[in-house]
């Protein structure tokens, strides 16, 4: 009942059909389509209500210092949770050096972690928070040529709050 020829002919079959309606949609996109992508249209004109100058107005910039005073080191934790995967909390090296008791210590002085020349350069200083702060801001910046793949945190709430966290931490 099957044969070869009656094979290829439903094969040819249901490939022109597919044709068919590729075709079908292509022809209907291509007519029916406005432009603009993803429904994004420019308007010709723009009346100016003033509401944008208000909207831009650059926001008030507090000081390290005032906002470390009142960091929340529970919610600081809640922030670990980001670093959790590389750092641990144990006295023990993971994929970075371990953080307890990291305030306030030595830069690069963890034995048996391999730091970057970057850090290593800087092996005279000291985790201050100011430190911390400008580190967890953008690594890379701070230190370039780290290892640290983490990108910052751009929040200077959830800064302070994981600084006053690892603060809390102990050696």
Known sequence: MFDTMTMTKVTGAVCG?????????????????????HGEVEQAYVIDTGATAEAEAPAEEVDFATLYASADA????????????????????????????????????????????????????????????AFLLNPRGYAPGTKMSFAGLPSAEERVNLIAYLATTTN
Request: glycine content about 14%; some cysteine; overall charge negative.
């Open 17 to 37: 059909s597919l044709l068919v309606y590729l075709l079908g949609a292509w022809a209907a996109d291509v007519l029916y389509h406005t432009g603009g992508g």
């Open 74 to 133: 529970a919610a600081g934790e809640r922030v670990f949770a980001k670093c959790r995967a590389c750092h641990k909390l144990d006295g023990t090296n993971g994929t970075g050096p371990f953080l307890n008791g990291i305030v306030d210590y030595p830069k690069a002085a963890h034995d048996g972690f391999g730091y970057s020349d970057a850090l290593l350069a800087m092996a005279g200083d000291t985790w201050t928070p100011e430190n911390l702060d």
